[in-house]
């Protein structure tokens, strides 16, 4: 059965790093764009990042970029982020999610929850002094 697994997550000081992990099974990393994607206490759900392993495109808010990285090792069905100084803001439990990728060149919409077909379980991460 289709599953994605977040961890990584944990209680760091603003300005420094995390890196997340979702291990995914049950289908191919070739015909899904995985997502990453956080809510807040009280706030909706937000578009992360994404990638799309077949065609090498990645995806990141506004409020993220420079500081996160997406990547992922198809061999291990795994999907990473890679956060760098994090703010205060960025404290949210983070969920990743597979969607159906189609071939298209944009993924212009990589940052709706509703195209995402599978989640997880979700990782806290707080970023405190």
């Known amino acids: 059965q289709v599953q994605l697994v977040e961890s990584g997550g944990g209680l760091v000081q603003p300005g420094h790093s995390l890196r997340l992990s979702c291990v995914t099974s049950?289908?191919?990393?070739?015909?899904?764009?995985i997502g990453w994607f956080r809510q807040a206490p009280g706030k909706e759900r937000e578009g992360v990042s994404c990638i799309v392993s077949r065609d090498g495109n990645t995806y990141y808010a506004d409020s993220v970029k420079g500081r996160f990285t997406i990547s992922s090792d198809n061999a291990k069905n795994t999907v990473y982020l890679q956060m760098n100084n994090l703010k205060p803001e960025d404290t949210a439990v983070y969920y990743c999610a597979a969607a159906p990728f189609y071939g298209l060149p944009y993924f212009s919409n990589w940052h709706e929850p509703a195209l995402y077909d599978y989640w997880g379980q979700g990782t806290q991460v707080t970023a405190s002094s």
């Open positions: 049950g289908f191919s990393l070739d015909y899904y764009a």
